[in-house]
């Protein structure tokens, strides 16, 4: 079993829809990074937390620790939100991440 | 602006032959990081170096090697031992364990 799993691993969705994903992990961690990944393959950094909940613009990011789980939504979708979201993992005392198998998100006008 | 940057974006060698993917960072950041990507699985960490000078092998670096000569630098050499070269390689950086972390484009090797 990954150490970091992720759900869906694909969603497709229409324009105007509020989308999550979700993100559980089974290993003590000291944050959660939620990351975009376009079609080129760079990817950006979203969110990185270590409790509570961030909200950026129509993105929102939580965490709950002692469930181990993090979901992100997408309020509002839209088409150019199209991208992979990877959930990754800061072990606690490590200076790694793991992570998840990322979900396609696909938002269709 | 600061940021990473990895050249080149495709790169094709052939079966056999060492090949080095370059990472360059303007962000003074201590830590820097290699990862592959296949198709399907999350993001695998191949090398990392915390300092100049130093650094460690991650879960799979066999048929790997990388250098650390100066802070804004990390190449990372594909050599004709890796099995299975043909992937995408992201470099990434970061300031220490509590800071967030800043990707490079990536750099996609083909090898035939």
């Known amino acids: 079993k990954n150490e970091v799993e992720q759900s869906p691993q694909n969603l497709t969705a229409q324009e105007g829809e509020f989308i999550t994903i979700n993100c559980s992990y089974s290993v003590g961690i000291s944050a959660l990074h939620w990351l975009q990944q376009h079609p080129g393959g760079g990817i950006v950094s979203l969110f990185m937390l270590s409790s509570g909940k961030k909200k950026h613009g129509r993105l929102i990011a939580t965490i709950n620790i002692q469930e181990k789980h993090s979901s992100l939504h997408i309020t509002a979708s839209h088409p150019r939100d199209s991208a992979v979201y990877i959930c990754?993992?800061?072990?606690?005392?490590?200076?790694?991440?793991?992570f998840g198998q990322g979900t396609r998100l696909t938002i269709n006008p | 602006d600061g940021g990473i940057t990895q050249s080149p974006k495709y790169l094709f060698r052939k079966e056999g032959q060492n090949v080095t993917l370059s990472c360059e960072q303007n962000?003074?950041?201590?830590?820097m990081y290699w990862y592959r990507q296949d198709p399907g699985q999350g993001l695998r960490l191949i090398y990392y170096s915390q300092i100049v000078n130093d650094f460690q092998k991650g879960d799979i670096a066999e048929g790997y090697s990388v250098s650390r000569e100066k802070k804004e630098s990390f190449p990372l050499t594909v050599t004709s031992a890796q099995k299975n070269p043909t992937a995408f390689y992201l470099c990434?950086?970061?300031?220490?364990?509590?800071?967030?972390?800043?990707f490079g484009s990536g750099t996609r090797l083909t090898v035939v």
């Open positions: 962000l003074n950041h201590d830590a």
């Open positions: 990754a993992v800061q072990i606690q005392g490590a200076q790694k991440l793991v």
């Open positions: 990434a950086s970061s300031q220490g364990s509590n800071y967030g972390y800043t």
